[in-house]
């Protein structure tokens, strides 16, 4: 998705506005214009995320991201049927105890090096990014339900790993 449009729009917007003040006036918008089109873009992205993570939040286990490339933002759609069926049994429902009215936070998570490849891998095997898996597997932690129960991923012998409810 091209923000360069919307920008765009939000220059001939002000411009327009300015022209019922005088030559002095749309002088003045077209610099502010200039000088806002970095900041109307990155306010357009930051939108942009806060409705994915949204999205994200109702379609678990399904996800939506937003990734950049260049000055383009694309939204990548992780459905849920992309998800093993025997992964999850229902949707998460988003936690109705938080208070929360459906904005996002940013949390700055440190882990133990060793962790961050096999999360990867758990994204991965699920389908979804790291981001969205971090999510569905908190919000099933914090869930009062217990969370869906995958089949044991590996058998050895007398040796079975996996998840237990």
């Not at 411009?15 to 002095?24: K, Q, T, Y």
């Not at 000088?35 to 109702?58: G, H, K, P």
């Not at 950049?68 to 109705?96: C, F, I, N, S, W």
Request: charged letters at 25%; aromatic letters at 2%; proline letters at 8%.
């Amino acid at each position: 998705m091209d923000l360069l449009p919307y920008a765009a729009r939000l220059q001939r917007d002000l411009l327009a506005s300015a022209r019922a003040g005088g030559d002095e006036a749309v002088a003045l918008a077209e610099q502010l214009a200039e000088a806002l089109e970095s900041s109307a873009r990155l306010v357009v992205l930051d939108a942009l995320v806060e409705a994915s993570a949204e999205i994200t939040e109702r379609l678990a286990p399904g996800s939506v991201e937003v990734r950049l490339r260049g000055r383009d933002a694309d939204l990548v759609v992780t459905p849920p049927e992309a998800v093993a069926p025997a992964a999850v049994t229902e949707p998460l429902a988003p936690a109705a105890d938080d208070g929360d009215e459906g904005g996002t936070a940013r949390l700055s998570l440190r882990l133990p090096e060793r962790l961050k490849p096999r999360i990867e891998e758990a994204a991965d095997a699920a389908g979804m990014s790291v981001n969205a898996w971090l999510v569905r597997t908190v919000g099933a932690a914090l869930s009062e339900r217990p969370a869906p129960v995958p089949a044991p991923t590996v058998t050895t012998g007398q040796r079975v790993t996996g998840w237990v409810r």
